[in-house]
């Protein structure tokens, strides 16, 4: 826990993520949905984006919510979901480096 490293929070919700940064509060607040391009398991948008594109895609993309009551149901999905979050998360590149402790 040195002076570059951060301890981060993240409250993995069948409905929302929430992701807290220690010193600066939440820093992301977003739906727990992605959405996902059938055929070649592609991400297509993750959080609000996909939230917005539920009931309105093709048949080729599909939305989905990897974390149903209270459980990882989805776990590539949910890590491309965390991932995701923790980018948004951490701002500075040479905090990436170091990792966080979530």
């Not at 929070?9 to 993520?17: E, F």
């Not at 600066?24 to 592609?42: H, Q």
């Not at 923790?86 to 905090?95: C, E, G």
Request: glycine share 6%.
């Amino acid at each position: 826990m040195g002076y570059f490293r951060q301890n981060i929070a993240m409250d993995l919700g069948s409905s929302n993520v929430y992701v807290a940064v220690e010193r600066k509060g939440i820093a992301v607040r977003e739906p727990s949905v992605v959405a996902v391009r059938e055929k070649e398991g592609e991400v297509v948008a993750i959080g609000r984006a996909a939230k917005e594109m539920v009931g309105k895609t093709d048949s080729e993309i599909s939305t989905v919510y990897p974390i149903r009551n209270g459980v990882i149901s989805e776990y590539t999905i949910t890590m491309n979901m965390i991932s995701y979050f923790l980018d948004h998360a951490i701002k500075n590149p040479i905090k990436r480096i170091l990792r966080p402790d979530v």
